[in-house]
């Protein structure tokens, strides 16, 4: 399995990004992707989680009013819209990806495979 992430760079603060996340080499139809990001010094963190078979997204309490994420399933693709972006939100962000539907999860420790993160930084 291969995730590519793009859509990363530098904005201003209050300025919009959308990054994109396409899966390869997933065979089931039924998997679960998610957006994690790590800032310096600071542990990875879950942004947004989503299933194939649901339409429900898991989004961190945080970053609810301002993070958005979609699907296009055919594409197995992810998308993470970010708006209203602050300093806080620099970081490297990666997706991940792993087999089955049970839940959207934010821990890191249940994703299998993991792209090779995006840099995003906000001044």
């Known amino acids: 399995v291969q995730l590519v992430e793009s859509g990363g760079g530098s904005v201003q603060a209050g300025g919009s990004l959308r990054l994109s996340c396409a899966a390869s080499?997933?065979?089931?139809?039924?998997?679960?992707m998610a957006w994690f990001r790590q800032a310096p010094g600071k542990e990875r963190e879950g942004v947004a989680a989503k299933c194939s078979d649901s339409s429900f997204v898991n989004t961190a309490d945080s970053m609810k009013d301002r993070f958005a994420i979609f699907a296009d399933n055919a594409k197995k693709t992810l998308y993470l819209q970010m708006n209203n972006l602050k300093p806080e939100d620099t970081a490297i962000y990666y997706c991940a990806a792993r087999g089955g539907v049970d839940w959207a999860s934010l821990s890191t420790s249940v994703y299998d495979y993991w792209g090779q993160g995006t840099q995003v930084t906000v001044s």
């Open positions: 080499g997933l065979t089931s139809s039924d998997y679960c």
